[in-house]
Nanobody
Framework: QVQLVESGGGLVQAGGSLRLSCAAS????????MGWFRQAPGKEREFVAR????????TYANSVEGRFTISRDNAKNTVYLQMNSLKPEDTAVYYC???????????????WGQGTQVTVSS
C-alpha cells in the first residue's frame, strides 16, 4: 500500500512561484507513472501534469504548459511540481497520484494523496 503526502501549497500573489512535493511511503514509486491533478471549487478534477517512471516523458495540460514543471527523484521516492508565473485561475487543491498507465485520465491512477491547497491572489 502506497501513501502519498503532498506539501508546499499556500497563498501566493499572481506572478509568484510555489514548489509542491509529493512524498511516497510504503513502497517505491519508481515503477509508477506519477501525475498531478487539481480541483477548483465547483469544478471537476482536472489533469495538470504527468511523468513517466524514470522521468523521460512529461506531459502538461495546455493551461500550465511553459509555467509548470514536473519532476521526480526516485531515490527520495518523491515527485515535485514547480509552479511559476502563477495566475488566480491556478487556485485549487492539488493532488498527487500514481498508477501504471501514462494517461491524463484520473481513472488510470490507483493511489492518491490528500491534496494541498494553492491559492493565488490577484
Amino acid at each position: 500500500q502506497v501513501q502519498l503526502v503532498e506539501s508546499g501549497g499556500g497563498l501566493v500573489q499572481a506572478g509568484g512561484s510555489l514548489r509542491l512535493s509529493c512524498a511516497a511511503s510504503g513502497r517505491t514509486i519508481s515503477t509508477d507513472v506519477m501525475g498531478w491533478f487539481r480541483q477548483a471549487p465547483g469544478k471537476e478534477r482536472e489533469f495538470v501534469a504527468r511523468i513517466s517512471q524514470i522521468g523521460l516523458s512529461k506531459t502538461y495540460a495546455n493551461s500550465v504548459e511553459g509555467r509548470f514543471t514536473i519532476s521526480r527523484d526516485n531515490a527520495k521516492n518523491t515527485v515535485y511540481l514547480q509552479m511559476n508565473s502563477l495566475k488566480p485561475e491556478d487556485t485549487a487543491v492539488y493532488y498527487c497520484a500514481g498508477g501504471k498507465r501514462y494517461s491524463a485520465d484520473s481513472l488510470a491512477y490507483d493511489f492518491w494523496g490528500q491534496g494541498t491547497q494553492v491559492t493565488v491572489s490577484s
